[in-house]
């Protein structure tokens, strides 16, 4: 099962075109998650609380760990976020908080280290930016870290769009070329 995790919040989101571009050439059913109608709450104490009540007690049902849960069971995840403040849109650091669920998505060992509870083997994240991209891509470079230590997914791909709009810029022609460097690094 494919996941796409939707953080584009705007009309006529070029990430979401991207993204969903992306989702065709991949060519099967995906689940999605829309952070923008959904707007996940963040972590409060009371909400750890539930969290921590609901794994202790099994219940793998709770809502506080349906996003969990749906993370821990997809094949390939597909993250649509714009590229904003350096990161990406606040929805998706909260969407990650409540994906990074010890016990659903991830355990430790006895030496303290993570260990994956996730099936997916392949991660692509889709940004798109109106400037540039500095080198260190902070909202990628978190959720391949997260990707990597906690959720046991090896494979990771970036694709991005950017300087779109920067004067002179021809944005069609940089989504266009974004567009045909998926088609060559998914093998379509």
């Given at each position: 099962m494919i996941l796409f995790v939707n953080a584009c919040v705007r009309d006529g989101s070029r990430t979401l075109r991207l993204?969903?571009?992306?989702?065709?050439?991949?060519?099967?059913?995906?689940?999605?998650?829309?952070?923008?109608?959904a707007q996940p709450l963040p972590l409060t104490g009371e909400r750890l609380a539930q969290r921590d009540r609901a794994i202790a007690q099994g219940d793998l049902q709770a809502d506080i760990l349906s996003y969990a849960v749906q993370f821990a069971r997809a094949d390939t995840i597909?993250?649509?976020?714009?590229?904003?403040?350096?990161?990406?849109?606040?929805?998706?650091?909260?969407?990650?908080?409540?994906?990074?669920?010890?016990?659903?998505?991830?355990s430790y060992n006895e030496k303290g280290e993570p260990v994956s509870l996730c099936?997916?083997?392949?991660?692509?994240?889709?940004?798109?930016?109106?400037?540039?991209?500095?080198?260190?891509?902070?909202?990628?470079?978190?959720?391949?870290?997260l990707a990597k230590t906690f959720f046991g997914i090896g494979e990771t791909v970036c694709f991005k769009a950017e300087g779109l709009d920067i004067e002179g810029n021809d944005p069609e022609a940089i989504l266009n070329k974004t567009l045909d460097e998926t088609d060559k690094k998914l093998n379509v």
């Open positions: 993204a969903e571009s992306v989702l065709d050439k991949l060519g099967q059913e995906y689940e999605s998650v829309e952070l923008g109608s597909v993250i649509a976020a714009p590229y904003w403040d350096l990161s990406f849109p606040s929805l998706l650091k909260i969407y990650t908080e409540l994906v990074c669920a010890c016990g659903v998505t991830f099936k997916a083997k392949k991660l692509i994240y889709v940004t798109t930016a109106g400037g540039f991209i500095p080198e260190r891509n902070f909202g990628f470079d978190y959720i391949d870290t």
